[in-house]
């Protein structure tokens, strides 16, 4: 049971914290179930790209 539920919150949790932190290095929460756990670790994947995506263009347009 731990596999599957506490871990993947564990390290969606720490990437949540490192970007919360200001590291922007984080990665992509790996995403390996399609239940609830799995769709939040999609959205926060999704938002973190949309970010990157914004921070890319306005280095781009200085």
């Keep these: 049971?731990?596999?599957?539920?506490?871990?993947?919150?564990?390290l969606l949790n720490q990437s949540i914290q490192?970007?919360?932190?200001?590291?922007?290095s984080t990665e992509d929460v790996a995403v390996r179930s399609k239940d609830e756990i799995g769709t939040l670790s999609t959205a926060f994947n999704a938002?973190?790209?949309?970010?990157?995506?914004?921070?890319?263009?306005?280095?781009?347009?200085?």
Aim: glycine letters at 6%; hydrophobic letters at 35%.
């Design 1 to 10: 049971m731990r596999r599957s539920i506490v871990r993947p919150i564990e």
């Design 18 to 24: 490192q970007v919360a932190a200001g590291d922007l």
């Design 47 to 62: 938002q973190w790209g949309f970010n990157e995506l914004q921070k890319q263009r306005k280095i781009y347009k200085k």
